[in-house]
Structure formats: C-alpha cells, structure tokens
C-alpha cells in the first residue's frame, strides 16, 4: 500500500475516501495518537490559482477555529511538493445526500432531530471568534455517523442496520451522530470588508438563500434558510422550489413564495410548518435570527412542546392564507420585490377556458367564486413578475400564499355584476372575459405581443369588464420588460466589438435599464461587468507595454515587455504581438552573432562561444549562431577549462596580479595519453625514454587511467610542442590563476585545510586517476591542482642563484607529501628526486 508521509500523518493514497472537481480525500493515520484520520488534498491544476488555495486553506481555518461534536474536526494542514492538504476526524458513514438520492423518507421526528443537530452546529460555528458562516448547508454536506471508528479503519459507507438495495440504510435517525462538514465556502468575520466581485454568487442553487443568490453579503440567517430548504426537502422528498436551470431556481429563491410542507405531506404539523417557513423568509429579518432561536423551537417539537412560533394569535400558515369573502384580499404584511397586483378571478377563469373548461353559460359569476381559492397562486405565474406559489385547496376558501406591491397593506379586488342579458352588453362582457383569459395565458407563455393583441380585443368588446385595467398594466409592464431586456441585448450586442474600456459603459447603461426593470439578469450583468473591468485593466497594461516596448533604446528591455504582453494580449492581438516579439528577439540575435564573429575572428574564442550562445537564448534556431558556436567547439581542444583575463591575488603575499585568458587542461596528463605522445615520437625518429618502472617501454597493465608521473622537463616541452600549435605549459601565474581563482584562497576549495578533499600524505592511496576528488576541484573547474602529482610550469625557479640556473618551477602538492605543500602558493624547485616525480597538465590558446 503506497504510503505518503506528512509530517504526524501516513497517508494511504490508494484509499481514497471522495474525490471531486476540487480533489481528494484519502485514509489516513495520525501515528502520534494512533487514530485514522482524513486527508483532503485540493486538485493539482487548482493550486495555481490564489483564489482557490486561500479557500482551500479557508476552510481548514474554519473547522479549526470550531470546536463542537457537530462539526468535523481539523488536526493538522500543511503544503507537501505543491500540493495543499489538511487532516481531519475521520466518521464512518455516509452523507445525507445518499439517503435522499435512495428515497430514504423521514418522518417529522426525524427531521426535527437533524435540524437540531445542524443547528447545534451553526451555533458553534456562529459563537466562534470569526462567527463563521458556512454559506453551504445541504444534505451532501451533512455527515451522518455509523458510530466509532473501527480498529483497522475500514470504510463502512452505511451503518450495518437495513439494507436497500446494494446500500445499508439506516432505520432511526434518533439515535445517530450528525456532523456538518465541507467549510470550502465558509465565511469568516475579518472578511465582511473584503473587495468581493459584485453579483459573485456563493452557494447551490437548490439551498441557496435570497441575499445569497443576489450576491449580497451573507450572515448565520443564510444558513439557517438553507437549512429550511434541507429540513423541507426531508420532510415532503423534493425541495421547495424546482427549477431546470441554476438561474431559474435563482430567481425562485429571490421572489417566489415558498409553499407550505404540509401541502407536499400531509403528516407535517402545523407547527413544523411554520418553523420552516419562518426558516424560509424572504428577508434574513424575517427568519430566525439566530440558531439559538431556532434550536428552542425545534427542539420544543421533539419535546411534544409547543414551539413559541405557534404561540401567537395566529400562525404564520393561517396569515398567509387568509382571504375575505367578499372578494379577493391579498395580504402584503412585508417589503418584497415589486411585483403586479391584481391578477383577477377572471385571468384564472380565462385560463382555465382556454384550456376548454368554460362553463355553457359563459364566465359567470358563480364560475369566478368558485375559483377564488386558486386566484393567489396562480397570480405570481400569470404575472410574469416573480411572486407566489399555489397552496390551496379547491372551492371558494382554500388558502393561497400571497403577492403584491412592496409596502402595501391590503389590495382588495370586487368583481362587479354583469350587464343583464337584455341590452346585448353580456355577449361583449363574454367576449371581453374571453380575450382576457387570453391576454393572461399569452403573459404566462411569454408572448407579449399577443397578450396586447387580446387585451385591446377585450377594451374594444367592454371596457368596462373587470379587470381590464389591471390585465392591461400587467401587458404594459411585460412590454417595458421585453423592451428593456431588448435594449440590453443591444448594449451587450455594442459591447462585444467594443475596446473595453467603452464596452464597460455599455454593461453599466445595461444593468442600469436591467435594474429599473427588475430584470432576472442583473447578477449575470454584474459578473459579465467585474470581468470586463479585469479586461479592461489587463488592456491598459497590454497597451502600456507595447509604448514601452516601441520606445525602449534596449532592444532587450523591448523584449522583456513584449514577453508580458504576449500573455496578456486579447486573442485577436497574439499573433500580432507574438510575431513582433520574435522579430525584436532575432534581431538582438543578429547582433550577439554578429559580435561572436568578430570576436571568433580576433582568436578570443571563449568570448565568441558567449556570444553565440547569447544569441542562441534569444531566437534557439538562429542558423549563424549555431554555426558560430559549432565551429569554436571545434576549435577548442576537449577536455580544457576557460581562465578569464583580469585581476587576481597572486603569491604568497596575495599581490594583485594580471592574465590574459587562456585554457588550461583540467586533469593532469595520464598514463594512457603519455604512452601514445612515446609511439608517436619513436615512429618519428625523436625517440624519448620511458620510465624505468615501465617494462619493455609499456606502462603496468591497468595503470593507463593513472596520473603520468616522472616527466622529464625537456620530455614534457616535447609533449607540448607535439600537441599541436596553441599548446604551451603554463607559466607559474597562469598554473596559480587556474588554481586560486581571484579570490586569493589557499587551497582550491578555499581557506582551511579539509582532509579527504586533496590526494596528499596520511590520506593517499598513491597516484590516482585524475578527477578522483571532487573536492580538489578549482573556481576555474581543474581537478587535483592540490595533490596527486606536482606539475611543471615553464617559469624559472630562481634566477638570482646559481644552483638554480635553468631550473624550472614545480606547482601543487603530491600523493605523499604534507598538507603543507598542497597550498596553492608553495613553489618547488624542478631538480632531484621532486623532477623524477613530476607531472604535467598544459595550457593552451588560440594560434
């Protein structure tokens, strides 16, 4: 089983738990206290947005910040290779998704313990010191336990208790723990002054609360309405407002009546009606205002206490309900979105005829009270403008929840008697009612211009029929919606072949004529607007840069900008940018190459290859660098190090020296290439002597690999000289130079003496191929300039004395001499048993 280690935890990657669109939960153990643990980790792709990792971290924060039985735990976060996780307690169990998608049905006392359970856990959070608003409440975020872990923590997705299908379902929901998890939404209260996008929806759309679904800013009230919409969807099987699209059930949430639970399951009480639907308020004032509140209620239930909801002389189901027997009252007890009154018995009576149900007598009198129950919940549909939903029964007295304008008390509709028969005004008055029903039906179906069509119909057959001035301002608003959603099709239209800087006005005139009509696109407008304005910032920066880059006298500095337009640039913009940008790059290429030749041409080699090779790092398939650079690889022979000219601390008194550059060799010549340079000088007649220890002038088997040792002054001037033009052995300077570097350090690793780094006394095995020691390495990159073998350089030892007349200089310390011969600036003199031990490595330059 791969196991991946961080920090206190083992993480068992092949056990995964969930996975989803942000990433992972795997089976884990704390090994400190010996416990199974669960470990998130955020999707990959998702950790280089900023956004998404301070949410990932968010929510880890805000379980830790909370400590309730209600509420899984954290025990620890951190970032491993890129990757963000945090552990937390791992419950066996499963959702309360699962069960709901199984048609698990609960029964009222089941849903109220949930709810307290939930609610427990709302307070807890709510009390925290960041008061945290989870902002997320559903069923696939509530975690139903199975008990305590089992020792060798397998998975049990359900309590072992009644099986359903392939799945274990529970049977009691009284007795189980309920924990409330997933925080990736959540809220903290150092965040409320935070710059949040405008109209940024948070939430699902299913649970979403109405100041949510706005993009306004969200308290423990909007929990407590998702909560509502849960409890709802578990005690009736559906939730209270259904919708085919995210933006549909958007709207419901903001201006749709919820219907009462009962209506969906007869087996909810009264009082439990109330409690959800208090939940459910339009208005975070109108709800619970905070879990403490409604754990009392709820709690009283699963008492068989009366809850304080139902305490008052009237339920809240019983207001919403009401209406008068002399027509059709609508009680409007809080400030709602404005929405169009009057949506008469008779646009229900023309409802229901078109559909082929009109009485032979026409539509009567006694046809529209029989009607009246209907008359509210139908309303909110006909209308066009948000509003109710149907929860009444049938005949003249059935409930029904109600709509009307903002602030208004009470709007009362009285259906006048018809003309008599007689004077032929009934035939219009039949006819009138007709085309009303079918003005309402062409509002309900969206079809405006045949709604005014029939409602001019029915002002022509009897202006005086009821309701005629109410069907027709209902026609004149959904005219002035349609021509307001038309002129902002045509802004948005504008706007998209629009730099956009002035596309962003255009947005902002489409929300404002989106707004006047209450249209349900405002929040759409809002987010298209906040991302427009990121556009519009990232074009100014995008035409910043190309001034920049058209006005740099640096080509390089034109580069530069020209790399971060590229990645800003509007698409219709890239290739432009981009081929401007390779233009600016192959020319700054033409000038490195053109100056790798000229310096080709005056033998400084090294300093060519840089200047190809710069060239090379602004356009790769620039043809006369890589044929600049190919031909001074040629030239140089391999296997040299490249000693820059300049200053450098020279001698033991450290005096400020000077050298030209030049190649130095960075291994010492050895056994195997000696051997060839002697074959090669017998086939040309200048025979020079082997070594003694060498039998029959071959070198001991195995050996080729070896230091050469015991080159002969003059044996070494003849390797050089058959080496080739350009190659020389360098002089005490250069030697020092490719060893010390400029710094003026004593040995090549530096200052102090560190054993096993140099081949010398006490820590040699003897003469060793050369490059051994990774530590006897220079700043120039020559290997064992501190041990191994001393080598020539062609400077005099000492021409002030006689002894030394023609004695050359031996540099670097040996296998078998002191430490205190491997410092770089000891000096050796080139006679006796020290020249019967020399070695070589030679410097070369350009001929």
């Not at 990433?23 to 990959?44: E, I, M, Y």
Request: hydrophobic residues 40%; glycine residues 10%.
């Amino acid at each position: 089983m791969p196991v991946l280690s961080l920090g206190d935890f083992d993480v068992f990657t092949d056990r995964i738990l969930g996975k989803g669109g942000w990433g992972k939960v795997c089976l884990g153990r704390q090994r400190s206290l010996n416990r199974p643990v669960a470990v998130k980790f955020l999707n990959a792709e998702m950790t280089r947005e900023a956004d998404f990792v301070n949410r990932f971290r968010r929510e880890a924060q805000c379980l830790a910040a909370i400590a309730d039985d209600h509420i899984i735990q954290v025990y620890g976060a951190g970032e491993h290779e890129g990757m963000q996780w945090f552990a937390m307690e791992y419950v066996e169990g499963a959702t309360l998704q699962k069960f709901v998608e199984r048609g698990r049905r609960f029964d009222p006392a089941e849903v109220v313990t949930i709810g307290v359970a939930v609610a427990k856990a709302l307070r807890a959070a709510w009390a925290s010191p960041e008061k945290i608003v989870h902002r997320d409440i559903k069923p696939s975020n509530i975690l139903v336990a199975s008990g305590a872990p089992a020792a060798d923590a397998k998975v049990a997705p359900f309590a072992e208790t009644k099986k359903h299908g392939s799945s274990v379902l529970f049977t009691n929901f009284r007795n189980v723990k309920i924990k409330v998890m997933d925080f990736g939404l959540a809220k903290l209260k150092k965040e409320d002054n935070e710059k949040t996008l405008p109209g940024t929806v948070m939430g699902t759309p299913k649970y979403i609360s109405p100041e949510q679904a706005q993009g306004k800013p969200a308290d423990i009230r909007s929990d407590i309405y998702s909560l509502g919409v849960m409890m709802f969807q578990l005690a009736c099987g559906r939730t209270p407002f259904e919708g085919e699209t995210a933006i549909s059930l958007l709207s419901k949430h903001i201006y749709d009546e919820p219907p009462a639970p009962s209506s969906f399951n007869p087996e909810v009480p009264r009082e439990m009606d109330a409690m959800i639907l208090k939940c459910l308020g339009k208005l975070p004032e109108e709800r619970y205002q905070s879990p403490e509140a409604l754990l009392e209620d709820l709690e009283a239930l699963l008492n068989n206490r009366r809850p304080r909801i139902a305490m008052g002389s009237e339920t809240q189901v019983e207001r919403r309900g009401r209406i008068e027997t002399t027509g059709v009252t609508i009680r409007r007890e809080r400030g709602r979105r404005p929405v169009v009154l009057g949506v008469s018995v008779v646009v229900v009576a023309g409802a229901v005829a078109a559909l082929g149900f009109v009485p032979a007598g026409g539509v009567s009198r006694g046809f529209v009270g029989n009607l009246q129950a209907h008359v509210e919940g139908l309303a909110g549909r006909f209308s066009g403008g948000g509003g109710g939903t149907d929860t009444g029964g049938g005949g003249g007295t059935g409930g029904g929840v109600g709509t009307g304008s903002a602030g208004t008390g009470t709007s009362t509709v009285k259906v006048p008697d018809p003309p008599p028969d007689g004077d032929g005004k009934a035939a219009a008055r039949k006819a009138a009612e007709q085309h009303l029903a079918d003005a309402a039906l062409a509002l309900k179906q969206g079809r405006v211009e045949d709604a005014r069509k029939a409602h001019d119909l029915a002002v022509q057959a009897d202006p005086t029929t009821p309701m005629v001035a109410d069907i027709g301002r209902q026609v004149r608003q959904a005219e002035e919606r349609a021509k307001a959603k038309a002129e902002v099709e045509g802004f948005l239209r504008d706007a998209a072949a629009r730099e956009p800087k002035d596309a962003i006005l255009l947005v902002e005139k489409a929300i404002e004529v989106a707004k006047a009509a209450e249209l349900a696109t405002v929040g759409e407008l809002e987010s298209r607007l906040a991302e427009l304005r990121v556009r519009a910032d990232k074009f100014t920066r995008f035409r910043e840069l190309l001034d920049k880059a058209a006005k740099a006298p640096d080509p390089v500095d034109a580069i530069r900008y020209l790399d971060e337009a590229v990645e800003i640039a509007p698409p219709d913009q890239v290739t432009a940018v981009s081929t401007l940008k390779d233009k600016r790059r192959s020319e700054v290429a033409d000038k490195h190459a053109q100056e790798g030749q000229r310096l080709e041409g005056l033998k400084q080699l090294e300093d060519a290859r840089q200047s190809y090779a710069k060239a090379l790092e602004f356009s790769a398939t620039h043809v006369p660098a890589q044929e600049g650079l190919q031909r001074v690889n040629r030239l140089v022979p391999p296997g040299m190090a490249w000693v820059p000219a300049g200053p450098f601390l020279y001698g033991e008194k450290n005096e400020e020296a000077n050298a030209d550059g030049f190649y130095l060799q960075k291994r010492e010549v050895t056994v195997a290439e000696w051997e060839q340079f002697l074959e090669a000088s017998r086939a040309a007649g200048t025979e020079i002597p082997a070594p003694k220890s060498w039998v029959g002038g071959k070198p001991p088997e195995g050996s080729g690999v070896l230091a050469m040792q015991g080159i002969t002054w003059s044996a070494a001037s003849a390797y050089a000289a058959w080496k080739g033009a350009g190659w020389r052995i360098p002089t005490e300077r250069e030697w020092e130079r490719g060893a010390r570097g400029v710094d003026g350090r004593i040995y090549p690793w530096g200052n102090a003496f560190a054993a096993g780094k140099a081949n010398v006394a006490r820590h040699s095995p003897g003469v060793m191929a050369p490059g051994s020691l990774a530590g006897d390495v220079s700043p120039t990159g020559c290997f064992d300039m501190a041990g191994n073998v001393m080598e020539w350089t062609s400077s005099d030892y000492d021409t002030t004395k006689s002894i030394y007349k023609g004695v050359k200089t031996l540099r670097g310390g040996r296998y078998d001499s002191s430490e205190k011969a491997a410092i770089l600036t000891t000096r050796t003199p080139g006679i006796g048993a020290d020249a019967l031990e020399a070695g070589l490595r030679l410097a070369w330059s350009p001929p």
